[in-house]
């Protein structure tokens, strides 16, 4: 009981974002051995996962399948699957679905088409919300207190095309409010593009986001971009109604001639 116990400790600690050794003993208040020893036993089962030797520790991607086949179809995951099967289908790109975590979005799960160019796998992975398409729409959706609040923080670049102006951030999040979709362009990585839309609860809040990434060489089709964020909003829109237990079928599964 007491492994059991210290494990689901660690993994709480986890959930709160990437974190070495010393970062999850200090939270837990347990030896930096004893934490070391139950991160081991955790990644061999595929609990946790460790990008590189020495680095941080992360929610593994274990974890993650198990809480999305937990309870019935109506869980996040279980349910966002077969969305993001059909967003592959219609646009050719990987398709993902996150959900907010403070000042970032943690990218849940992906699905990625049969290509020979890829980008890499964003599972488990936290931005801030500024700078992806995913934490766009949650900024749209925040009252004008909780948004001061976020930009009065700061604003992180990490490329030459992050957004940082607050007074153009403001307006961009009123197009994002009245579209329904957003796109970035390099933003938070260079050489990937990516557009999303809100997932709502029955009480209209945005609970999740779905979006489509790929490399900025192919992605988008500019004739196409108006067509695939509405896609994605079809998409979310879907997933809404399904999360609510109105349970419509995903979209169809043939392609519209979007890829």
Same mark, same amino acid.
């Given at each position: 009981?007491?492994?059991?116990?210290?494990?689901?400790?660690?993994?709480?600690?986890?959930?709160?974002?990437?974190?070495?050794?010393?970062? &999850?003993?200090?939270?837990?208040?347990? *030896?930096?051995?004893?934490?070391?020893? /139950?991160?081991?036993? !955790? +990644? #061999?089962?595929? =609990?946790?996962?460790?990008?590189?030797?020495?680095?941080?520790?992360?929610?593994?991607?274990?974890?993650?399948?198990?809480?999305?086949?937990?309870?019935?179809?109506?869980?996040?995951?279980?349910?966002?699957?077969?969305?993001?099967?059909?967003?592959?289908?219609?646009?050719?790109?990987?398709?993902?679905?996150?959900?907010?975590?403070?000042?970032?979005?943690?990218?849940?799960?992906?699905?990625?088409?049969?290509?020979?160019?890829?980008?890499?796998?964003?599972?488990?992975?936290?931005?801030?919300?500024?700078?992806?398409?995913?934490?766009? &729409?949650?900024?749209?959706?925040?009252? *004008?207190?909780?948004?001061?609040?976020? /930009?009065?923080?700061? !604003? +992180? #670049?990490?490329? =030459?095309?992050?957004?940082?102006?607050?007074?153009?951030?403001?307006?961009?999040?009123?197009?994002?409010?009245?579209?329904?979709?957003?796109?970035?362009?390099?933003?938070?990585?260079?050489?990937?593009?990516?557009?999303?839309?809100?997932?709502?609860?029955?009480?209209?809040?945005?609970?999740?986001?779905?979006?489509?990434?790929?490399?900025?060489?192919?992605?988008?089709?500019?004739?196409?971009?108006?067509?695939?964020?509405?896609?994605?909003?079809?998409?979310?829109?879907?997933?809404?109604?399904?999360?609510?237990?109105?349970?419509?079928?995903?979209?169809?599964?043939?392609?519209?001639?979007?890829?």
């Amino acid at each position: 009981m007491q492994s059991i116990s210290r494990a689901f400790a660690v993994l709480r600690a986890l959930a709160v974002g990437p974190q070495g050794v010393t970062d &999850v003993a200090d939270h837990v208040g347990l *030896p930096k051995s004893t934490v070391a020893r /139950l991160l081991t036993s !955790l +990644e #061999a089962v595929g =609990a946790v996962a460790q990008d590189d030797a020495g680095g941080e520790y992360r929610i593994g991607q274990g974890l993650i399948d198990i809480i999305g086949a937990a309870g019935d179809d109506r869980s996040l995951l279980a349910a966002a699957r077969p969305h993001l099967h059909s967003l592959v289908s219609h646009v050719g790109e990987t398709a993902g679905v996150s959900v907010r975590a403070d000042r970032t979005v943690y990218y849940l799960d992906q699905v990625e088409p049969e290509s020979e160019v890829q980008v890499r796998s964003w599972i488990g992975e936290y931005c801030p919300m500024h700078l992806v398409p995913s934490g766009l &729409v949650y900024l749209a959706s925040l009252s *004008p207190d909780d948004l001061e609040d976020y /930009l009065a923080a700061g !604003l +992180e #670049a990490t490329t =030459a095309s992050s957004m940082i102006d607050p007074e153009a951030l403001r307006t961009r999040l009123a197009q994002v409010h009245s579209a329904g979709y957003v796109w970035v362009y390099e933003e938070f990585a260079i050489g990937i593009n990516s557009v999303a839309a809100p997932v709502l609860n029955p009480e209209g809040a945005v609970v999740a986001a779905l979006h489509v990434h790929g490399p900025a060489y192919r992605f988008p089709d500019p004739n196409r971009t108006h067509d695939i964020g509405l896609l994605l909003i079809d998409a979310a829109s879907n997933l809404t109604d399904h999360l609510a237990g109105r349970a419509p079928l995903p979209i169809a599964q043939k392609s519209d001639g979007l890829c």
